[in-house]
């Protein structure tokens, strides 16, 4: 553009200056814009950057006022973005965007429960999980201190049939998990079979009701 053929990596340093602001600004008007000005800006992703939005992300879901509610939303938007960028041996090596997300579907809140789920529907379209190396990155970044305790992203993913406004994305990415075998991290239960089919089961009914009643 016309300011950066003058001032040399500008676009970098504003990108940067926003970044900080969206973190650390107590006006929550100003974080969300800032976040919307990094996404446009397209700066370099670094671990430092990932750090920070995934810690703002839960520090925003730990305070849960509405005001870190619609923050907590640009956040989930700009990692959706920093994923469509990285390559795919980053998302590897930037796992807690991944486990970001997992945590994210605790909430009770529809927009960032579906948000959530395309982060990681987009993750696992890209991530080969059944190469040995992406398994033990995985396993070994397992949360094992999580309250309440971690189960399998799986069962987190039966919460949101439970909505209408979550039900399809919960069911597209458990279509996608259920083929992977990392069960330590999708479904550490010998069940998991038995509960995709019971998920399966209630949206199956109403399509074959909603069929007879067309006919």
């Given at each position: ?91 590897v090596l930037f796992n807690h965007i991944f486990w970001g997300a997992v945590a994210v579907l605790h909430t009770d809140f ?100 909603a069929a007879q009643r067309a006919s």
């Amino acid at each position: 553009g016309a300011f950066s053929d003058t001032y040399a990596g500008l676009q970098e340093e504003w990108a940067g200056e926003a970044l900080l602001w969206a973190v650390n600004c107590p006006n929550t008007h100003l974080r969300c814009r800032s976040f919307q000005i990094f996404r446009s800006l397209h700066g370099v992703i670094t671990s430092e950057t990932i750090s920070l939005l995934v810690s703002c992300l839960l520090r925003c879901k730990v305070q849960c006022t509405p005001e870190d509610c619609a923050v907590s939303l640009e956040v989930l938007w700009t990692l959706s973005t920093v994923v469509s960028r990285l390559v795919t041996n980053k998302l590897v090596l930037f796992n807690h965007i991944f486990w970001g997300a997992v945590a994210v579907l605790h909430t009770d809140f529809e927009e960032e429960y579906v948000l959530a789920c395309a982060i990681l529907s987009s993750i696992v379209d890209r991530v080969n999980f059944s190469e040995k190396a992406v398994q033990v990155v995985f396993q070994a970044s397992c949360p094992k201190h999580w309250m309440p305790r971690f189960d399998g992203i799986q069962r987190l993913l039966l919460r949101g049939l439970a909505s209408r406004a979550t039900e399809a994305a919960s069911l597209r990415l458990l279509h996608k998990l259920m083929p992977l075998h990392l069960e330590e991290v999708f479904h550490p239960k010998h069940d998991r079979l038995l509960s995709y089919l019971i998920a399966l089961f209630p949206p199956t009914l109403c399509g074959v009701l909603a069929a007879q009643r067309a006919s």
